[in-house]
């Protein structure tokens, strides 16, 4: 499904990632570059950079315990993961 995904996303987004904004907060744990599945982020001079492979599976935002990372708005308001919501049933 992943994969799927990405492959999908994959043309949609060609230039998006251009928006994908990392904030002067960033503190260089370089947990964004290491969970990327398409390592479009790269730490340079202990700062996170984004390439321009993004998926939009947001997983860098998740992640970061800064907030320091968006696609959209100014700001992260809240970071949202499967396990908070894991034990959720139908």
Known sequence: MLFGQRLWFYR???GYSDVLKIS???I???LCSKEC???NIQM???RAVSGNQCTMC???ISLCPQKAITLLGEQVKEQC???KYK???L
């Open 37 to 39: 599945p398409m390592g």
């Open 24 to 26: 002067d907060a960033c």
């Open 44 to 46: 340079k001079d202990n």
């Open 12 to 14: 949609k987004t060609a």
């Open 58 to 60: 947001y997983r860098c």
């Open 87 to 89: 034990s959720f049933k």
């Open 81 to 83: 993961r499967y396990e």
């Open 28 to 30: 260089g744990c370089g």
